[in-house]
C-alpha cells in the first residue's frame, strides 16, 4: 500500500472550491513535487494532508489511517485534536514562512517536539538534535536565535526540526519562496541529500530545476484538479496538456 | 577660499536657559511654601512606623496581590472563552466583561459589601449553607470588588496578548505534534507574554492605588489606617502624607519589578 494515498480529496473556502476531487498515491521513499500555478490548491492539498485544513469531501490515508479520522465498524469517526495532534508526529512538515519558535534557539527549536511531544531525555534528545543541525550545516549555530539566523539558515533549521520527530513522510510547502535568490540553493541541497536518503516527501515548489533533478513524480495542478502527471522528463520536457505547456513556457 | 578652515558657530538656544530658571523657581517657591505650611513635618516619620500604618500597608499589600493574581487567573480563563469556538462561552466572556468593567469599583464594592441584604445565606442546595453577613467580610468584598473588575482588564489584555502571535506559530507547533494545550503553553503564552505584560504592570500600579477604596467598607487599609491615627490626634495631613510616602514606596518598587520582567520576556 502506498504511504499516502488521496481519493477525491474537496476543499472549499465560502463559496470557492479549492480542491475539485484529487486523487493521488505517494509510495514510500518517492519524491513527489507539485506544480502548478498560483490558487491551483497545492499549498492547500499540503496542509490537507496533515489535517492543518479538514477536507469537505474525499479521504486522505498517511500508511493506512484516515487522517483526522478513526475507522471502526464500517465508520470514520472525526478525531478530536489531541488525537490528530498525535498522528501528526509521524508527518513533518516545512512552511514556507520557516514558523521558527522566536524565543527559543535553534538547537531548542529542534529539540522541543522529542522533549515535548514524545516525552524523551533531554540529555540524548540534545545530541541528536545536535547531530541534525550539523546535517543541515549549522553546527556552529547551536544557541543563535532565529532574528540572528538568516532565511536560509532559520529554513535549516527548521527542516532540522521536522527531522528531529523521524518522520515517515516530510511535506515541504514552497520551501524557498521567501527566500533570497541566493540562499535558495543551501536549502535545496538539504532538501536533496534528504531525498537521496530515502524519505519520502510531497513538495510544493516553483523550482522547475530542483522538480526535475530530484523528484521521481511530477504533478501539474490547475484550478484544485490534477492537470498531468508523470516523470520529471515526460511532464516537464514533453507535456501533453495545452494548460501545462502554457504553465512551462512561462517558467521555464 | 576652499582650504580656509571654517568655525562652527553652535545654534543658541537661549529660551532654555530661560524656561529652566522658570521651572527651578516654581519648585523653590513650592518648597518654601511647604516649609511654611501649618504641618507638624517631625510627627510624619512616626506615623509611617505607626503600627496601625503597618498593618494598614500590611492589608494594603495582601488586597492587591491577592485581587491583582485572581485577576490574571480568571482573566486568562474569560480570555480562553472569548477565543473560544464555543458560541455560548464566546458571549459569556464578552457580557461579563461589559459587565465587570462598565461599573465603577467602588460601586461594585459597595454591592458585594451590601449583599446581606437580598441574600441572607449563600447556598448551594444540599451541599451547603453560610450565612453572608459571615462570609461577606471587608476583605472578601474589597476582594471581589477590586478583583472582578481587574479580570475584565485582564481578559482583554490576554486577549490581545494571544491574538498577537502569528498563525504560523500555532501551525508550527501542530505539525511537530504538539496538543492544543502544550501549544498555547509552550509556544503561544510566552510569545503573548511581551504584549501582555507591560498593561499588567501598569494595572497592578493602578490596583495598588485601587485599595484605598475599600476605605469606604472600612477595611483597615492605608487610607483607613490614617484616618485611625488622625481621628485621635487630628493630625490629618500628617498621617496623609505619611500613608502617601508608602504609595510611592510601593508604586516603585513595583514599577522596578515590571522592569526586570519585560526584560525577562522581552524579543531575543
Known amino acids: 500500500m502506498a504511504l499516502v494515498e488521496a481519493v477525491g480529496v474537496r476543499k472549499s473556502f465560502g463559496h470557492t472550491e479549492v480542491l475539485r476531487g484529487i486523487d493521488l498515491e505517494v509510495e514510500r521513499g518517492e519524491v513527489v513535487c507539485l506544480l502548478g500555478p498560483s490558487g491551483a490548491g497545492k499549498s492547500t492539498f499540503l496542509r490537507c494532508v496533515n489535517h492543518l485544513e479538514t477536507i469537505d469531501a474525499g479521504r486522505i490515508w498517511v500508511d493506512g489511517v484516515p487522517v483526522g479520522f478513526r475507522a471502526s465498524g464500517g465508520k470514520l469517526y472525526e478525531l478530536r485534536e489531541k488525537d490528530v495532534a498525535a498522528q501528526r508526529r509521524d508527518v513533518g512538515m516545512v512552511f514556507q514562512r520557516f514558523n521558527l519558535f522566536p524565543h527559543r534557539t535553534a538547537l531548542e527549536n529542534i529539540m522541543e517536539g522529542p522533549v515535548q511531544v514524545l516525552g524523551r531525555g533531554r540529555a540524548e534528545v540534545r545530541a541528536e538534535a545536535s547531530e541534525l543541525l550539523e546535517r543541515v550545516g549549522l553546527a556552529e549555530k547551536a544557541g543563535a536565535y532565529p532574528a540572528q539566523l538568516s532565511g536560509g539558515q532559520q529554513q535549516r533549521v527548521a527542516i532540522a526540526r521536522a527531522l528531529a520527530m523521524k518522520p515517515k513522510l516530510m511535506l515541504f510547502d514552497e520551501p524557498t519562496s521567501a527566500l533570497d535568490p541566493e540562499l535558495v540553493g543551501e536549502v535545496l541541497d538539504v532538501m536533496t541529500s534528504l531525498a537521496r536518503d530515502g524519505m519520502t516527501m510531497i513538495v510544493v515548489t516553483h523550482e522547475i530545476g530542483f522538480a526535475r533533478s530530484v523528484a521521481d513524480r511530477v504533478v501539474f495542478l490547475v484550478d484544485g484538479a490534477v492537470v498531468e502527471t508523470g516523470t520529471p522528463a515526460d511532464v516537464l520536457d514533453n507535456p501533453q496538456q495545452p494548460r501545462t505547456q502554457q504553465f512551462l513556457a512561462k517558467v521555464l | ?268
Not at chain 2, 138 to 165: D, H, K, Q, T, W
Not at chain 2, 207 to 235: D, P, Q, Y
Open chain 2, 1 to 268: 577660499m576652499a582650504s580656509e578652515e571654517l568655525v562652527v558657530v553652535p545654534l543658541r538656544h537661549p529660551w532654555r536657559w530661560v524656561s529652566g530658571a522658570v521651572i527651578l523657581l516654581v519648585i523653590a517657591a513650592l518648597g518654601w511654601a511647604m516649609a511654611e505650611a501649618q504641618i507638624q513635618w517631625e510627627d510624619v516619620p512616626g506615623f509611617f512606623t505607626h503600627p496601625v500604618m503597618l498593618e494598614g500597608l500590611l492589608n494594603t499589600i495582601v488586597l492587591a496581590l491577592a485581587a491583582q493574581g485572581g485577576a490574571i487567573v480568571l482573566g486568562v480563563v474569560i480570555a480562553l472563552m472569548r477565543l473560544s469556538a464555543n458560541p455560548v462561552a464566546r458571549w459569556f466572556a464578552v457580557g461579563y466583561i461589559w459587565l465587570f468593567r462598565g461599573l465603577p469599583v467602588l460601586l461594585q464594592i459597595l454591592i458585594w459589601f451590601n449583599l446581606a441584604l437580598i441574600f441572607k445565606n449563600i447556598s448551594i442546595p444540599m451541599l451547603f449553607s453560610v450565612p453572608t453577613n459571615v462570609v461577606m467580610t471587608a476583605f472578601v468584598a474589597a476582594l471581589l470588588g477590586l478583583g472582578l473588575n481587574e479580570s475584565a482588564y485582564m481578559a482583554e489584555i490576554v486577549r490581545a496578548g494571544l491574538s498577537s502571535v502569528d498563525e504560523g506559530q500555532t501551525e508550527a507547533a501542530k505539525s511537530i505534534g504538539m496538543t492544543p494545550l502544550t501549544t498555547l503553553r509552550r509556544v503561544v503564552l510566552p510569545q503573548a507574554m511581551r504584549v501582555i505584560i507591560p498593561p499588567t504592570g501598569n494595572n497592578f500600579i493602578n490596583m495598588i492605588k485601587g485599595t484605598s477604596m475599600a476605605s469606604v467598607i472600612a477595611f483597615l487599609e492605608l487610607i483607613h489606617a490614617a484616618n485611625n491615627i488622625s481621628s485621635r490626634n487630628l493630625e490629618i495631613m500628617e498621617t496623609l502624607f505619611a500613608a502617601a510616602a508608602w504609595y510611592l514606596v510601593m508604586v516603585s518598587l513595583a514599577s522596578i519589578g515590571q522592569h526586570y520582567l519585560e526584560r525577562a520576556y522581552g524579543p531575543r
